[in-house]
């Protein structure tokens, strides 16, 4: 098997990331305008979409990379929406597979046939929040306060 077919197997099942409307959408933003959020802000914001992604795909090997892939995509489809907002549920990973090889040898003088194998389990990190537009506190909505 080739390594291109390889690779190709391994990200034809990995979904980057999914985006489901809670809320109403707004005009794309940039993602590098878009602020993580670990606790909910203390100024006034609409929830506008769940968001889930994952590393899934990307040439990052070390995990913090994983994570950095994760959150950046996060921000992206939070940009998409119009948010300017990500308040993180978390980061973790998952089991994303296991890719294996071997190869044994046979002698057609003997019952016996050697070999040898090797296997590992790859990960992915994934991450989910909800995309949020953060009011300015000059100006706020009506019913915010």
Known sequence: MSAGLLAGILLA???ASHTALVGRPRPASSPDSVQIYLQPPATAYEQIAN?????GGSLAITMHGKIDKVIERLKQAAAKVGAN???LY???HESAGALGAGFDTESGHSPYVAGVG???ILFRETG???AIYVWPADTLP???Q
């Open 13 to 15: 099942g990995c979904a």
């Open 51 to 55: 968001l889930t992604a994952s590393s």
């Open 85 to 87: 907002g990500i308040l």
């Open 90 to 92: 978390g980061v973790g």
């Open 118 to 120: 090797s296997s590992a």
């Open 128 to 130: 989910a929040g909800v």
């Open 142 to 144: 009506g019913g915010f």
